[in-house]
Nanobody, 124 residues
């Protein structure tokens, strides 16, 4: 099983980017998936998740600006990022769980499968 994250790049503050995470080797249509990010010198932090059934939730700092969506086949997850800020600069990782939902899915330990990360840089 592999997760491939893509779509990162350099954008000015206020701009938008859409990240993609494509799964191969299995589908995750019934499983939770999430985005995390890690800025230099910091811990990898939760950004947002999508549970089985379509529930989504986000860290407060991105609510109203970021949106997670998934294709119906369960192979691809997206992160639409609007109104980007310099503080959003980080390597973004996608992750997939063996669970469909659960309160532990706000933590890295809830995810078994990880993508390689894609760099997002927001200039001021």
């Amino acid at each position: 099983v592999q997760l491939q994250a893509s779509g990162g790049g350099l954008v000015q503050a206020g701009g938008s980017l859409t990240l993609s995470c494509t799964a191969s080797g299995r589908t995750f249509s019934d499983n939770a998936m999430a985005w995390f990010r890690q800025a230099p010198g910091t811990e990898r932090e939760f950004v947002g998740l999508s549970w089985r059934g379509g529930y989504t939730n986000y860290v407060d700092s991105v609510k109203g600006r970021f949106t997670i969506s998934r294709d119906s086949a369960g192979n691809t997850m997206y992160l639409q990022m609007n109104s980007l800020r310099p503080g959003d600069t980080a390597v973004y990782y996608c992750a997939a769980s063996t669970q469909g939902y659960g309160t532990n899915l706000y933590e890295r330990s809830g995810y078994r499968f990880w993508g390689q990360g894609t760099q997002v840089t927001v200039s001021s």
